[in-house]
């Protein structure tokens, strides 16, 4: 194992196994603190990868490694945890360090970020996440509502359901287990 964690390979199409080392390597933010958390596939050629720190697009022309490119989206705001990471129509919304944040696709070719936190009504609850275990946050979709499990109160393992429903565009309830 090498120990790279800002470095994406990617593989052949429909063959997994073979890699070109030189076209089809892309490394993020190379020389920071900051390392992939995970990555979402939003249009043709196109994929996020959301780091600790910041988000970054990657674009393809064709099946060719060699045309794609990246570009940094924002290094003001990154994802905590892997699994809280959902696409929901033309947004994703995922964890960060200042609470549950959202992109939203314009078209294919515009990505924009919320100013602030879809989270920001329950700021409070979001202060008693355990930031040593906020990795292990894991959110689901499901009829209209995103439902995001954290651990609070110095919990190791989530205790807490929050969840945000779609229809009415608000957190419409805080359980803690």
Request: aromatic share 12%; proline share 2%.
């Amino acid at each position: 194992i090498r120990g790279i964690f800002d470095e994406l390979i990617i593989s052949d199409i429909l063959d997994y196994d073979t890699y070109d080392r030189i076209y089809a390597q892309f490394r993020f933010n190379a020389g920071t603190a900051d390392y992939i958390v995970g990555a979402l596939g939003f249009s043709d050629d196109q994929f996020l990868v959301l780091n600790r720190n910041s988000i970054h697009l990657v674009r393809a022309s064709g099946n060719s490694p060699e045309t794609a490119s990246s570009e940094l989206v924002t290094n003001e705001v990154g994802c905590v945890a892997r699994n809280s990471i959902q696409q929901v129509g033309n947004s994703m919304l995922f964890l960060s360090d200042n609470g549950v944040y959202g992109m939203n696709f314009i078209d294919l070719y515009n990505l924009r970020g919320q100013d602030l936190p879809l989270s920001s009504s329950i700021e409070g609850i979001m202060q008693r996440i355990n930031r040593e275990y906020v990795h292990n946050a894991t959110s689901v979709y499901f009829d209209n509502r995103y439902y995001l499990a954290i651990p609070i109160d110095g919990s190791s393992v989530n205790n807490a359901l929050v969840i945000y429903n779609f229809i009415n565009k608000q957190w419409e309830s805080i359980d803690s287990i």
